[in-house]
């Protein structure tokens, strides 16, 4: 039975399929992809602990920022200014107190102007391999220029923004501060991009579980666990970041938009910015951390239940309906990956 017809507006975007390295997985029809930089190792450190062949390790802490770039961040990231009409922040798509993204299937921008994609969560979001959906930023420094001169979003440009926060004898001493320098675009981009890696998600029950406390998770979860590896799930998200270092097609086992109506420019995916017709339809593989606080889940946005979630991605990604029992134990699981609040995200 199509998930389609039998649940209409649920729809998917996660695992399956293109990766940088050439290795098998459940359904994955694996590529390389000459246009992603190499990742960051400054970023991606994994533990040194020994963890056997666990797909998952616990997050790390990036390490090395600038902490008065940090809070000069912290600040541009909850400024308005940003914004051509004095209206929209970063933390307004972006909320700190609500798993990092705003709990909407698409953001509100200026003048009411209403977003085409999910907005991602920014926790963890110094972790990933290449930013946004699509990847069309290699860093979280060029992530800033999107959301600041999108018109539907910020509407801005560095004039207007630098102007702005010249104006401000406080802020250009916190620049002076953090760079030793005057406001520039390269310091703007810089200062938030920083304290976006400082929201790492540390001591989460799971990560508590890996390092040998046996008490941090239910049975139920425990479970889950080695369901989602049984069965393929931590193919596509594994790491640090359960997720975020690689691209998948969104419907390996089935046509997900085959039965869509309104297909929309966010639907291309990766090919928007290859123009390769192999990468319609791929996405950058989102995050499982915090994954209950960030609904509605996938690229559109479109399913609310994590336990529907779920049940998409095994029929989908995996070809499989998914018994309930083993849904209500991944989703177990997948709550077990929620952490705790970084110091600077309060």
């Given at each position: 039975m199509s998930f389609h017809k039998s649940h209409v507006t649920a729809r998917t975007v996660r695992s399956g399929a293109v990766f940088i390295v050439a290795l098998a997985c459940f359904g994955c029809g694996i590529v390389l992809d000459s246009t992603v930089p190499s990742v960051s190792t400054a970023t991606t450190q994994a533990s040194?602990?020994?963890?056997?062949?666990?797909?998952?390790?616990?997050?790390?802490?990036?390490?090395?920022?600038?902490?008065?770039?940090?809070?000069?961040?912290?600040?541009?990231?909850?400024?308005?200014?940003?914004?051509?009409?004095?209206?929209?922040?970063?933390?307004?798509?972006?909320?700190?107190?609500?798993g990092g993204c705003d709990q909407k299937s698409h953001s509100t921008g200026i003048n009411g102007a209403i977003g085409g994609i999910n907005a991602p969560t920014v926790l963890n979001s110094g972790h990933n391999f290449i930013q946004f959906w699509d990847g069309r930023a290699p860093s979280l420094e060029a992530q800033v220029n999107g959301p600041t001169h999108h018109p539907k979003e910020m509407g801005s440009n560095w004039k207007e923004i630098i102007g702005k926060l010249n104006s401000d004898p406080a802020m250009v001493d916190e620049f002076k501060k953090a760079f030793g320098t005057g406001i520039t675009e390269d310091a703007v981009r810089t200062a938030i991009a920083n304290f976006e890696r400082s929201l790492t998600t540390l001591n989460a029950p799971f990560d508590r579980y890996l390092k040998g406390d046996k008490t941090a998770l239910s049975p139920a979860a425990i479970r889950g666990y080695e369901t989602f590896k049984k069965i393929g799930c931590s193919s596509c998200h594994q790491g640090e970041n359960v997720g975020g270092n690689m691209f998948a097609k969104l419907g390996e086992m089935d046509d997900y938009?085959?039965?869509?109506?309104?297909?929309?420019?966010?639907?291309?995916?990766?090919?928007?910015?290859?123009?390769?017709?192999?990468?319609?339809?791929?996405?950058?593989?989102?995050?499982?951390?915090?994954?209950?606080?960030?609904?509605p889940y996938f690229h559109d946005g479109s399913v609310d239940s994590l336990d529907m979630a779920v049940q998409l991605m095994g029929y989908y990604q995996l070809g499989r309906v998914m018994d309930k029992n083993d849904v209500g134990d991944i989703v177990e699981f997948l709550k077990s990956l929620t952490g705790e609040q970084p110091e600077t995200a309060k």
């Open positions: 040194d602990e020994d963890f056997g062949d666990q797909p998952i390790r616990p997050i790390s802490e990036i390490k090395g920022l600038n902490k008065d770039q940090v809070e000069l961040g912290k600040k541009l990231f909850l400024d308005k200014r940003l914004s051509k009409d004095n209206t929209v922040a970063c933390a307004s798509c972006h909320g700190l107190s609500t938009f085959a039965a869509r109506k309104d297909i929309t420019d966010a639907d291309a995916g990766r090919f928007a910015v290859t123009k390769r017709e192999k990468d319609k339809g791929v996405f950058r593989v989102p995050t499982l951390r915090n994954v209950e606080l960030t609904h």
